[in-house]
Every structure is written in C-alpha cells, then in structure tokens.
C-alpha cells in the first residue's frame, strides 16, 4: 500500500518534469523561429537564370482604364501593392513618388495595384501624398493571387521589380527604402 | 485505450485454475518488470551522473525506466485528461484564432486580469507551448505504446495452439467418453469435427506416444486487437497530418466585396507545420448578400432563427463561377477546402470629406458587435487622408433611452449610430501597424458637438469647416473560417476502424479445446477426454458451447468407422 503511493507520487512527478522539459523545449524552439524571423532580410533577389516569370494579368485602374501587364514589356516596371488602409504603405509612399521622379525619365515605369480598399479611399491617398503613377483597383486581391503564382506576395505591402522580359528580379517584403530600391533596380537595368 | 487485452496480460491466470499448468501462461517477461517494485533493474542511488560503467548503465536504466512510464497506460489517460483539463480555458475564454474581438472586448473589460492571462498563452490555448508539450506527449505515450503492442499481436495472431496438457480434467471444462477405436484413430475424428468447426489445430509430433489434438478459435479478437491499434495509429498520422499539412484562415468579408484566397487578403492565417501561403487553394469567392432571420415575437423574441451567405465562387483564376449558400454548419468545399461561416455583423457605410470639399474615404466599415444578442456594435471610421477620425456605436433597432442609444432587437430595422468626432494626425503615416478597429486619440482633437447621432442618409456636418460625415447605409459583413484538413476523413476511417476493432476484441473469446486419447484398459478402443478453456469468459456461452462441441465429437465417431 505505501509501496503503491510511493510509486504513484514518483511517476506523476516524473510525468511533471517531463511536461515542463517538452514545455521549456517546445517554448525555445518557438522563440528561436521568431528571431530567425525578425533578423530576416525583406528583400529577395532572384538569381539570374532563376528569375520567376510573372504571369500575364488585366486589370482595371482606380479611374477605369485597362491595364494590362504584358503592355510594359520592353520597360523595367516597379510593381507596388498597397492600401490606404495599411500605415506601412503610407510610409513608403513618399520613396516610391521619389523614385517615379527620377527613374521614369530612364525608363522604368511604375505600377500600384490598390488590394482590400475602395476607390475613393485609395484616390485620396494619391492625392494627398502626391502619387502620380496609376494603380489598379484589386479589392479582391485578384491580382495578388495572379501573382502569387511565380512569387511569394504574403502580405502588403510588397513592392516587385519585374525586368524588360517580363522576369522577376526581386522585391521587398514591407515598405521599401530608398537603398534597396536603388540596387534592385541596378539588378534589374544590369540583367536584360 | 491500450486495455484491450494484449498476449502479456495472459499471465493472470484463469479463475479456479492451477497457475502453474496454466495452458494460457505464458512467461512474464523480465523487461516488463516494474523496476520501482525491485525488479530486475533498481535504479541507483543518487539518480543519473558519473561516467563509470556502472553509472552508464544506471541513466540508460533511467532513460528505460522513464520511457516506460512515459508509454504506460497510466500516463496515457493522465496526459489524456491534462489534454481535457488544459481544453476548458480554451472554451470558457475568447481565442485569438476565432474571436479575436471578443479577446480585444475582453482586454477592456478586465484591464488587470487580461495581460496575465495572455501572458499564459490562455487567449491561444490551443498553439499555446504548454498544449502542444501536453499533446506531443500524449502522442509519444501513445505510439509508444501501440507499436509494441502491435508486434506483439502479430506474433499472438500468429501462434499454434498450445500442446494439451497432461491431464484434461483439470481444465474448466472437461468430458470424456469410451470410443471403439483405436487412440490415434478417435483424436484424428476430433480434429475432423474441430477442422470442420475452423479451429487451428495442432497435432502431437510423428514420433510422440501419446495421442492428442489441440485447437484454437477466435482468433478474430486478437485481428479486433491488431485493427484497433494499428486504427489508433492512423488516428494519430492523421491528426498529424492535418497540423502539418492543413491551415485554418480567418477572413471577414462585406457584403459586394470579393476575396481571392492568398496570405495578404486573410486577416488570420494559421499554417500548419509544412504549409506556406502559395499552399493556398486559389479559389476566390464574391459575397452577393447575407441574410439572418430572428424570431419577431415570443419569448425568444430577438433569437436568430437563420443565417444565409450567399456568394459566388470560382475554384481557380479563370474558372467557371459556381454559387453557393453558406450556412451554419453548411460549409462551402472548394476542392478539399471549406469555407465556414462563423459570425456575421454590420458594416454602416460612411462618406467623409475633408476640409477642401474632396471625398477622403467612403466604404462599408466593419463594426464589431458589443452585444450579441441585440448587435449594438462598435467600430471607428479613419480618413487619414482628412485627418479626421471617429468612434461610433451602431444599432441596427435603435431607440433612445433617457438620451441614451440602445438596441432592442438585432435586425437592422431601424439603424443608427452615434459618432464622436476627432481631428488631427491619425499617425497612420508610420510604418508600424495599427488595428483597423481601435482610434488612438492621444494627439488628437475631440470635435465639439459629439456625439452626433445620424440615421441612413443624414449627413453631420462638422464645425470649423473640417469638412463631414454622412451615414450613407447599412451592410452586413460575415466571418469566414477557411480550413483545410487532409487528416479529417482518415481521422475518421481509422476512427471507425478502431471502433470495429474494439467491438471485435470484446465479443469475440478465444477458446481452446483439447483432445487426448489413452488406449482403454480393456485392451480395445479408447478412452477420449475433450477439455475446454476459455479466458475471460465474462459474457458466458462457452460452457454451453463446449458441451456440443464435445457431443459432437463423441458423435463423430461412425463416421471414422468408415
């Protein structure tokens, strides 16, 4: 009988610590994910020759007009999908207008694609941070999903530089900077 | 779970029958001693250290002697209830994964408590660490447990009877008749009839003396046995399946507007292990109207009485529209995918224009019910872009009460919402995020005149020349739960399987009959003895079993004759 307690006290202590080892273990590994994650660059850069090409698609604009995508080859296009709704896209909005101005002139067109916002809301953002370059209305992220297809377009916003040939030569996960933009864009006049 | 009976529990021996001429017996093995009762291992004192061989010998011990608690039946059904206990917070509570307004109601309500009770993972029981250590356990304790087990039914599955014992009468059940023919000849008419009945037979070697047959039935528990572990181990491979391979995504969607299932239009997305967002089915799906229907009087007065989403969907880019009515427990499937729908609410429309006279924002704006039964909700409307923003309560049936808007009654019958007005930098211009559902007003300027109350169509114009709001209509908006489970159907084939296997193993006994024979005394014919044995014969039926069966071999006997 006291033998008999004795051995459930141990086992159910040993059950604890074990509990508490996988608890700790399982805890560690979780974190140690997170920080891969947060060190984590936000820029991919396709290799050459490992350059994902971006599948045609049509949209329509915030004022109506068609856009189609395979009507920019032959240009460098920086592909921006954004939201009025997202802080991070009104942060970058500034870069990008900065880069419109000095990279059209050399060719480089420049393309929003508008994801889960109306056209009102998404034409006052323009407006008001000066945005001269169109956007297409995706409120049902249609073209994300296109997109989706040759490369990872996880979350807004995600800017994609796509070369003359219609290859993906890299983008940035979350607001660009100026720096990042620039080399990507060196890539993508370097490549073709 | 693991107490259907395996071949080691043969050991206990069978009521009223001498232990050690048990013809079931089979030797206990020494590794499953018990080493804490003083078995063949006791661990050394002083536990787990040291590098002489001995010590070595003494952490294998331990790790041994921790496996096999780990893997024993014990622990199994504590981790099991653990995996019960640690479920009711995750009930009792709002989750992140299905109710995240409701956690973020219930952060303001119990502003002390909450953050302690997050800091516990207890608003996400079920990705919480401790929950995945209880069940991780629990499936170690478990395959643990049934691969042994399963090898080891194999190999009972599989055994010969065993030979007779020496002296038949002493089993449970035995008889005995006088035969006209000779020993070898009177065994092999009791084999015929046990042949013809299918028991597996054994028969004494070529050169042995004596005469005697053995046979065997019911195998069938020990298949049961075998179907029910291997099924318990598909149970498991398909649970882990569907947490690798499957993902669960929420996606809350206003009436008119369309989604296209990618990572970046979900608002949750919970991948399993080995699932990245171009895993995603590309299906897209157009929510055309919603309706839900309440009771109008009664007693359940205000009570939903249905709920009906109806969208158009297309299973890929480019392919044919499909439409559907999404309803309670009446999922869309979209290939293996299903699109639940989980809640509902309203989205009143508001037109903002700032103070240059330009449309700053207009859309349907989700606001998330306070009250669920009568849908008073709360949402906040933001026009950076003017730098206006506003707090608002909405009531689909609303009625003034000493000056104060409530709700009486869920569908929108009579709507309106009261607004409180704030000017100034919203601060949506840095990058760090912010919810679409809170108003941060620190910085922020309340407009006099608050709150405004406007109905469908009225507009507030706001003092100062900031320009203004109107409340143009009501939508509604539902709460969509995407799943995917490719573990689900073979979750619940081995399910089945397992249920079939238990019922096997409980209903169908394994019973052994004995046949020997001795030349009679007289000098012609024999003596036959036929006993009978049956373990764990709680239902009864053998006894009656055992007496045909032995009239039927004793009655065998002209047919030898020929």
Redesign the interface.
């Known amino acids: 009988m006291f033998k008999a307690k004795r051995r459930t006290v141990v086992t159910v202590t040993a059950v604890a610590a074990v509990l508490l080892a996988a608890a700790l273990a399982v805890t560690f590994f979780t974190q140690e994910k997170d920080v891969i994650a947060a060190s984590d660059t936000n820029v991919v850069v396709y290799p050459v020759g490992h350059q994902p090409l971006a599948p045609d698609f049509t949209g329509t604009s915030l004022t109506g007009a068609t856009i189609k995508l395979s009507s920019y080859r032959g240009k460098i296009l920086v592909l921006n999908f954004w939201g009025s709704w997202c802080p991070p896209c009104r942060d970058e909005a500034p870069t990008l207008e900065v880069l419109d101005e000095q990279y059209s002139p050399k060719g480089v067109a420049f393309l929003g694609d508008d994801v889960g916002d109306t056209p009102a809301n998404a034409l006052a953002f323009m407006s008001s941070h000066a945005i001269t370059y169109p956007s297409i209305n995706d409120q049902g992220y249609q073209i994300v999903q296109d997109l989706s297809q040759a490369v990872p377009v996880r979350d807004t916003p995600t800017t994609v530089v796509i070369d003359k040939t219609g290859h993906v030569v890299g983008m940035v996960l979350g607001s660009v900077s100026y720096g990042e933009m620039t080399t990507l864009l060196h890539d993508a006049a370097v490549n073709t | 779970m693991t107490d259907v009976h395996a071949p080691q529990s043969q050991s206990e021996s069978v009521a009223g029958e001498d232990k050690a001429k048990n013809p079931f017996g089979a030797k206990k093995k020494q590794s499953e001693v018990?080493p804490?009762?003083g078995g063949i291992f006791e661990p050394a004192p002083g536990g787990p250290g040291g590098s002489s061989p001995r010590e070595a010998t003494a952490n294998v011990g331990w790790l041994r002697w921790?496996w096999r608690?780990?893997t024993?039946m014990?622990?199994a059904l504590?981790?099991l209830f653990?995996l019960a206990l640690a479920s009711i917070p995750g009930s009792i509570l709002p989750q992140d994964g299905t109710e995240p307004a409701q956690v973020q109601q219930y952060f303001t309500s119990h502003p002390a408590l909450a953050p302690w009770l997050n800091r516990v993972d207890l608003f996400n029981v079920y990705a919480s660490?401790?929950f995945?250590?209880?069940y991780?356990?629990l499936f170690a304790s478990l395959i643990g447990c049934v691969v042994p087990r399963t090898f080891r039914l194999v190999g009972s599955a599989r055994t010969l009877p065993p030979r007779a014992p020496r002296n038949l009468r002493r089993l449970p059940h035995s008889s005995s008749y006088q035969s006209t023919l000779p020993p070898a000849q009177a065994v092999e008419g009791a084999a015929a009839v046990l042949g013809k009945q299918r028991f597996r037979l054994r028969r004494a070697d070529a050169d042995a003396t004596d005469y005697w047959v053995s046979g065997e039935k019911g195998y069938l528990r020990e298949v049961g046995n075998l179907l029910f572990h291997l099924s318990l181990l598909g149970v498991l491979l398909s649970i882990a399946a569907g947490g690798l391979f499957g993902y669960k995504a929420d996606k809350l969607l206003v009436q008119g507007?369309?989604?296209?299932?990618?990572?970046?239009?979900l608002d949750e997305f919970f991948p399993g292990r080995l699932v990245?967002?171009?895993d995603l089915a590309?299906f897209?799906m157009?929510l055309n109207n919603f309706t839900a229907t309440y009771v109008e009087s009664g007693e359940s007065r205000g009570q939903p009485s249905s709920f009906n989403a109806d969208v158009t969907y297309t299973s890929s880019?480019g392919a044919k529209p499909g439409h559907y009515n999404i309803r309670i427990n009446d999922p869309l499937a979209v290939d293996s995918t299903k699109v639940y729908l989980i809640g509902h609410g309203y989205a009143p429309e508001f037109?903002v224009t700032?103070a240059n006279g330009?449309?700053?924002?207009?859309?349907a704006t989700p606001f998330i019910p306070a009250n669920t039964s009568t849908f008073e909700s709360d949402g906040v409307v933001?026009?950076?872009?003017?730098s206006l923003g506003f707090m608002g309560v909405f009531v689909p049936t609303g009625i003034s009460v000493g000056g104060t808007l409530e709700s009486i009654f869920p569908a929108a019958d009579a709507p309106a919402v009261s607004l409180i007005g704030y000017s100034g930098n919203l601060?949506?211009?840095?990058?760090?995020?912010?919810s679409?559902y809170t108003l941060d007003t620190t910085g922020l300027t309340k407009i006099s005149g608050s709150p405004q109350l406007l109905q469908p169509g009225q507009t507030w114009t706001l003092p100062g020349g900031k320009g203004s709001i109107t409340f143009v209509g009501v939508k509604q908006w539902v709460s969509l739960q995407i799943t995917y489970d490719p573990g689900q159907i073979p979750a619940l084939v081995c399910g089945i399987l397992a249920l079939c296997g238990l019922l096997l193993s409980f209903f169908v006994r394994r019973r052994r009959v004995f046949v020997r024979a001795v030349p009679a005394k007289s000098g012609t014919g024999s003596v036959v003895t036929v006993g009978g044995l049956t373990r764990l014969d709680a239902s009864g039926g053998f006894e009656e079993e055992f007496v045909e069966l032995a009239a039927e071999i004793a009655a065998a006997e002209p047919e030898v004759k020929q």
């Open positions: 018990d804490a009762s921790g608690q780990l024993s014990r622990t504590i981790l653990l660490p401790w995945a250590a209880i991780l356990l507007q369309t989604f296209a299932d990618t990572t970046s239009a990245s967002g171009s590309p897209s157009t880019p037109k700032g330009k449309v700053a924002y207009q859309e933001k026009a950076p872009d003017a601060g949506m211009n840095d990058a760090a995020s912010q679409v």
